[in-house]
């Protein structure tokens, strides 16, 4: 090489090693002056984002400028038509860059070696800012992990071969229909995930038979019709949340956990909430959802069945409001029901996962003032909020395959049911976030007070089942496992591998993935799980064969579907799951 090229691919070389030690300075500066979102739980603002010491910050720094020399100097050294080892890899799960176009040029396996030296170099900078406040830290993890996202290579045309090949190959055709995608996706006012055409509910979801017995207006309760000639006495309620449609609980025949549960010889019962209008349903409350929903749906349960005590089951919030209407009943001395199981559910929200970082007290007075005293928060905000939490999974991996890359998402009946979003009450949503994710106020006896009940969980002594995920962003697994340390019975707690829907929904008949089980009841999760034993398949299989436990007796299966007072209103799924937000 001349004296002249080495002089310039030196200058290059510290041109771009610059850019990059910019574009972390530019980032953190924005950050320290955007103060509300450097607010911390208590609302104060930060006047300025602190840095590391001095002295990491040179280690960090020299350490960045490193890994760039050497990336510069492979690049160099690459022959033509020739690889060069990679100086950094895409993180254990990242599939953005795994096409060969990324490797075979020269051009773009560097743009994609930077990018990724880059991220590593913001994230590890966020890492070690000296933020003493958790969620104030969590907050900025989490805007720099949006920011480098968004920022990606592949998400820009003129950066990803892949698009340039497509484009070449179709003949500018991928180019139109990615043009025609974006302008149906703006019409629908989301980002495609899936071919909406492919299903309908109560068409090829939702199909479990059964029929609403009995409805109000946040409600309806479906009773699902027997499928084996015995079954246990005693019935089973099922709470799912009401920021999601239920029907991620029946799918389809092969991955509907209700038809598995019914095929196993239980009655099922199952709460299916109404997606609030902000004309009719935006005054509802936390203790409307309570009055209305579990406790409401369990008289009726009980009125059917004549079984005094039903054994109930909720997930995520819904377990949440199951719990707290237990505690209401139990505070009125009743004895509610039979045994209890919760999956993915947080009862203590001290570490409330990535969405609590973005709850802090000035985001909750917001919520309060707009729409706690009436209205609803938009299904679509909501959906944002938690596609935002998986953006290259749930975000930029349509943008680059139906804009870019003109694809029609393939028919996937779980992406269907995340983008069938619900609108949620604005006084609910409201009190929710302060009293849980804020202030965490459920797990101190006597703090809340619910429907003029003083609540404690400890009074919720009735057996548990707890299922928690491994990889569950939403619900912490380590979270979910302190629910033990509250509820005043018995628990017997499963950890299921993989993370908040995918280890929740995880079908017996297939029998993947796999379940941690232990005797053992220390207070500490970590201890839990260091003697846990792993077991291979579904947790389904372990969970059915504890609620047989409190069973009862198997009796011949009932003839009909409701009864004189709760005479059948309209087939299963019912007209309230079918309302689009």
């Not at 003083?454 to 009074?459: G, P, V």
């Not at 207070?523 to 299989?541: C, F, N, V």
Request: hydrophobic share 40%; proline share 6%.
């Amino acid at each position: 090489m001349s004296d002249s090229a080495g002089s310039q691919s030196t200058a290059g070389m510290q041109a771009m090693l610059a850019a990059g030690q910019a574009m972390a300075q530019n980032f953190f500066d924005a950050l320290a002056r955007q103060q509300v979102a450097m607010q911390d739980s208590s609302g104060v603002a930060v006047p300025k984002l602190p840095m590391p010491e001095s002295a990491e910050m040179a280690r960090m720094q020299q350490a960045f400028a490193e890994k760039h020399v050497a990336l510069w100097s492979s690049m160099l050294a690459r022959k033509p038509g020739g690889e060069a080892t990679p100086v950094v890899q895409p993180e254990p799960g990242d599939r953005r860059f795994t096409a060969p176009e990324w490797s075979e040029s020269p051009v773009f396996d560097y743009v994609r070696q930077a990018y990724l030296l880059n991220a590593g170099f913001l994230k590890e900078m966020a890492e070690a800012l000296p933020i003493a406040d958790g969620r104030a830290k969590s907050r900025i993890q989490f805007l720099t992990r949006q920011y480098i996202e968004a920022l990606a290579p592949t998400n820009f045309a003129a950066t990803n071969p892949e698009f340039i090949k497509t484009a070449i190959e179709t003949k500018g055709e991928s180019i139109a229909q990615g043009v025609r995608n974006m302008l149906g996706d703006l019409e629908k006012g989301h980002i495609s995930m899936t071919d909406d055409a492919a299903f309908e509910v109560g068409r090829n979801l939702a199909l479990t038979p059964g029929a609403v017995i009995f409805e109000n207006e946040l409600m309806q309760l479906i009773q699902y019709a027997p499928l084996t000639e015995k079954v246990a006495q005693v019935p089973l309620l099922i709470i799912p949340p009401c920021i999601n449609k239920f029907y991620i609980m029946d799918l389809q025949p092969d991955n509907s956990l209700v038809r598995f549960i019914i095929e196993q010889g239980f009655t099922v019962f199952l709460v299916s909430w109404k997606n609030p209008r902000p004309e009719s349903g935006g005054h509802h409350t936390w203790d409307d959802y309570l009055d209305k929903g579990p406790l409401t749906a369990l008289e009726v349960v009980r009125a059917v069945t004549r079984v005094k005590k039903p054994n109930v089951l909720g997930f995520c919030v819904g377990g949440t409001l199951l719990t707290s209407a237990l505690a209401v009943a139990r505070a009125r001395g009743e004895e509610p029901v039979a045994s209890l199981t919760l999956m993915t559910t947080l009862l203590d929200f001290a570490d409330a996962g990535e969405i609590g970082c973005l709850v802090d007290e000035a985001s909750v007075t917001a919520r309060e003032a707009t729409i706690g005293k009436g209205g609803v928060l938009r299904g679509q905000e909501l959906a944002n909020v938690f596609s935002s939490l998986r953006a290259n999974d749930l975000i930029w991996q349509y943008v680059v395959g139906n804009y870019l890359k003109g694809k029609t998402p393939q028919a996937f009946d779980l992406l269907y049911w995340n983008s069938d979003s619900t609108n949620l009450p604005g006084p609910f949503l409201a009190w929710y976030l302060r009293n849980m994710y804020l202030e965490n106020n459920l797990r101190v006896p006597g703090k809340l007070k619910m429907l003029g009940e003083k609540i404690d969980l400890a009074k919720v002594d009735m057996p548990a089942y707890l299922m928690a995920a491994r990889e569950d962003h939403i619900v912490p697994w380590k979270s979910a496992y302190l629910a033990r340390n509250l509820l005043g019975g018995d628990t017997t707690y499963v950890l299921g591998a993989s993370g908040h829907i995918a280890g929740a929904i995880n079908p017996a008949s297939k029998n993947r993935r796999s379940y941690w089980t232990s005797d053992a009841r220390p207070t500490d999760p970590d201890e839990w799980l260091e003697q846990a034993g792993e077991q291979k398949g579904s947790w389904w299989l372990h969970w059915i064969e504890w609620l047989r436990q409190h069973g009862g007796k198997q009796v011949a299966a009932r003839g009909r579907l409701g009864s004189t007072k709760y005479e059948p209103i309209e087939p299963a799924p019912g007209r309230y799951v079918k309302e689009r937000a």
